[in-house]
């Protein structure tokens, strides 16, 4: 019986026609990012601010063979990247370029498919996922990203840069909310941080590893 009715169920959302969607503007997770030429691997933990459009990155990871860890502040609408040390609770301020990007499925994405992640033989055993691939803003590239259907909740996503070529985020451990709000702030000793006026060229999500590491 059970398995009649979770048939049916199941039966009834794939009838349905996915829709573009937008994920929860406050996330808290973790994640994994890896490269098309294998020259970079990281994990980290993640906080998302769609609203105040923060995003907070605790990370561990290797660079061309070298292991690092790595905790930075991105503030988009200050335009300001803060990468903070807490082992001697002092924090570099560098300027941040580029717009930031929601965890959205463009209107005008594609979708390719969905299916069930797992089994669809009994209850709990499978995730039921969308794929939708599209552009990336100004024309920079594509994407492709798979989310749930219920919740939109960021499960992989693929897209491509200059300096990596293709790049994978694979999401996982997500909770919908900011469990402690103070991580997307920059901690008191980080207030005598100085951003050297003309001495460093601004950067971007990706380029934060180039230059660190």
Known sequence: MQLLI??????????QEPRPCSSPRLLTGALTMSTQKENLWVYAKYLYDAMGQRIRLMELGTYENKTFSYDVLLLY???????????????????????????????????????????????????LVNTWTGDLPEK?????????????????????????????????DNVIG???PQELNPPAYCQHAVMKAGDEE????????????
């Open 6 to 15: 979770l048939s049916c169920l199941l039966a009834g959302c794939l009838a």
């Open 77 to 127: 609408r200050e335009a300001t990247v803060y990468e903070i040390h807490r082992h001697n609770r002092t924090c570099n301020k560098r300027p941040l370029k580029g717009d930031f990007q929601p965890m959205v499925i463009p209107k005008d994405a594609s979708l390719l498919g969905q299916v069930i992640l797992g089994s669809s033989s009994g209850p709990g055993e499978g995730l």
């Open 140 to 172: 920079a590239g594509k994407f492709m990203s798979t989310v749930t259907e219920f919740g939109c909740i960021p499960v992989t996503t693929v897209l491509h840069t200059d300096q990596f070529g293709w790049v994978m985020f694979s999401y996982f």
């Open 178 to 180: 900011i469990l402690d």
């Open 202 to 213: 601004p950067v971007d999500f990706f380029s934060l590893f180039n230059n660190k590491h």
